[in-house]
């Protein structure tokens, strides 16, 4: 019936502009169609790593031949600042250091796959007493009318070697956000809010100890929530609202 076709036009992924015949294509969209069918994700049987206000960060402890993979879930709803605004100062590369505290060095633009999708190189900081680690990852940004994703997801397509002494970690992240505005309110940026929804899957690639895993992802994923919304808002507050 009617409702329920406007209902699959909603849950269909926006465009991209991808071109349809690139390797990496078909992988993309099937990965971000994933995410995108994720939003609303329940966190039952996951542990509470922190709630304060409206920050909440789960965890789910997973260990996968003897590699510690616990996918990380957290929803935030923040102030004065819309989902495409957001979401855009994860994906865009100018912004990353800005707010990205676990990198060694700026992230490396191994190729620009789409004006929506960048293939990255990003080497992180050492954490004692484990070697240090990179990534190999697209980075994806997408929207409709009610929200915007992005989607970070490592590929093996165009890797720069991986160096001795490093570890190469294997990452599966989205953020999903959407604004909300009471109807009966203007768009005004004091009236909107962002729900944002984040999801991560880690793989460390490497020989790292439990406890050093476990404690670096409870203290850092809630930092990382924190610092990056107050940077966007930070950035946008004198601005126009970009919906
Ligand atoms: O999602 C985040 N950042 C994105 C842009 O950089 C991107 C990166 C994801 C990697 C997240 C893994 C970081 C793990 C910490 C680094 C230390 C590695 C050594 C571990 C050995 C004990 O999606 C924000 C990521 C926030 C991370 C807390």
Redesign the pocket.
Known sequence: DASNMSRLRQARLPNHSLDPNHPLTDEIMRVCQSHWDNWGASCAGMELLEKDGELAVYRKQLEEEGMIIDPILATYTVSGVSAREVAEY?WDLHY?LDW?H??DSA?VVVDTLAADTVLLH?I????WP?AQ?D?V?WSHIRHDERRTMVV?YSTDYKAPPLINSRQR?R?N?S?ICETELPPELPADRRHIRCRIQ?A?N?N?GGW??AT??RQ??KR??P??LRR?TAYCIDKVKNRPVQL
């Not at 992180?124 to 954490?127: A, L």
């Open positions: 994860f990353r990205e676990t990198l992230p990003q992180y900081r050492r954490v484990t680690r990534a990852f970070n970690m990452l992240v953020m984040y991560a880690i460390p790292a100890p050093v895993l670096v992802a850092e994923y930092k990382f990056f």
